[in-house]
């Protein structure tokens, strides 16, 4: 599939708020697959992420004429998806994390996966893998939008609910820590 522009991310939102069912469709295939890897983030439970992915569209077919254009539909639809997976947990007390009444922020593959392409050494990967689990599951997060969706600061602050310095400083927090953690450590 080829990835649309932002700005053809948003003429389809647009049309489909207009009532374009094709737009509907087209919107829904953009964006899938990226928020079912966006939810895995979230939690292991495919089913339940898929489910929580139907739902996000359906709600979203279901209340169209309700719906306003926005500035950024990626961060939106994420957004939106976040919003329902952590009202499945606190409906669910099963799967909120012990120490947190949201659901936490899991970083396992995707990020893993692109610094481990990078390197060139096969004795880093265990390295990377036991500092990224040193790392909170916030840090996690901001690391993912920021390098792995590769999304804007002003992005990362709608989604984490953060302000703009608290996100720079937390990103910067983050990679300082990664940097200890390769000179000491390993």
């Not at 639809?77 to 952590?86: D, H, M």
């Not at 720079?168 to 940097?179: C, F, M, P, Q, V």
């Amino acid at each position: 599939m080829v990835e649309k522009t932002q700005s053809e991310e948003m003429h389809l939102w647009n049309n489909f708020i207009s009532g374009d069912d094709d737009a509907f469709r087209s919107l829904f295939d953009t964006f899938v697959n990226q928020l079912f890897i966006y939810g895995l983030n979230f939690m292991y439970n495919k089913e339940l992420i898929k489910d929580c992915v139907q739902d996000l569209f359906v709600k979203l077919y279901t209340d169209r004429k309700k719906l306003k254009p926005v500035s950024n539909v990626r961060v939106y639809l994420y957004k939106s998806l976040k919003n329902s997976i952590f009202n499945l947990f606190r409906k669910e007390e099963t799967l909120i994390h012990i120490d947190t009444i949201e659901p936490v922020f899991l970083l396992e593959t995707s990020i893993e996966s692109q610094i481990i392409e990078n390197e060139i050494e096969t004795g880093r990967k265990k390295a990377i893998n036991d500092m990224i689990k040193q790392l909170t599951p916030r840090q996690c997060e901001v690391l993912y939008y920021r390098y792995v969706e590769e999304l804007s600061y002003e992005e990362i602050c709608d989604l984490m609910k953060m302000n703009y310095q608290s996100v720079r400083n937390l990103l910067h927090r983050t990679i300082s820590k990664l940097k200890s953690f390769s000179k000491t450590d390993y």
